[in-house]
């Protein structure tokens, strides 16, 4: 009987071995290395987005939007910048039509320029609140609220201007403003 175990011991550990080696050989040659599936968002990024949802009941709030899904070239013969597409927004607040009404950063402004550039480009308000002291329900509600009152005087104010200009006005009206270094900064006109 030893007889028959240890060859049926041999063969099953053959067996075993090669089973091993062939799982092995076909993940290193997967394209991808191997890949798994991880969480959207994560700590307080998650805790942000919920606040978010929660005082904005009538606003969808997007989440790790790339620039591209929400910018366009304004003339349509022009390539879409590289930077639209590398470019993600921690998130979008839009309104019931999915038109934008703010984005949403967390974090400091440090490498952040050529986002802040777009988004001031595309006269596009830019909230940033920092990662630790995250801000609640009442807040949030209280600036997208500011944001909105601010665009519906700005969009009036434009009509107004329009009609008594007779040329249509402008989408690319900036205000200058000093900043605290004695440069003059575009920003958007709201």
Same mark, same amino acid.
């Given at each position: ?6 060859? =049926?011991?041999?063969?099953? %550990? ?9 799982? =092995?050989?076909?993940?290193?040659? !997967? ?16 805790? %942000? ?5 929660? =005082? ?33 927004? $921690? ?11 703010? +984005? ?8 952040? !320029? ?12 830019? +909230? ?17 609220? $500011? ?16 009609? !008594? ?5 402008? $989408? ?19």
């Amino acid at each position: 009987m030893d007889t028959i175990l240890v060859p =049926a011991g041999i063969t099953l %550990l053959l067996i075993v071995l090669v089973l091993l080696l062939w799982k =092995a050989r076909r993940r290193r040659r !997967s394209p991808t290395g191997g890949v798994r599936p991880c969480a959207v968002l994560e700590g307080n990024q998650r805790r %942000l987005y919920r606040t978010l949802k929660a =005082a904005l009941p009538d606003h969808h709030v997007l989440a790790r939007i790339p620039f591209a899904t929400f910018l366009t070239p304004r003339n349509s013969g022009e390539p879409q910048p590289l930077a639209l597409e590398t470019q993600l927004a $921690d998130f979008v607040i839009c309104d019931s039509e999915f038109r934008v009404v703010a +984005v949403v950063e967390m974090g400091i402004a440090e490498h952040r !320029s050529e986002r802040d550039a777009l988004l001031r480009d595309a006269a596009l308000p830019l +909230v940033r609140w920092s990662v630790n002291t995250l801000p609640d329900i009442d807040e949030i509600r209280e600036t997208i609220q $500011d944001l909105e009152s601010l665009h519906a005087m700005s969009a009036s104010v434009t009509a107004h201007d329009a009609r !008594s200009d007779g040329d249509g006005g402008s $989408d690319d009206t900036v205000v200058q403003r000093r900043g605290a270094t004695g440069s003059t900064r575009r920003e958007p006109r709201l």
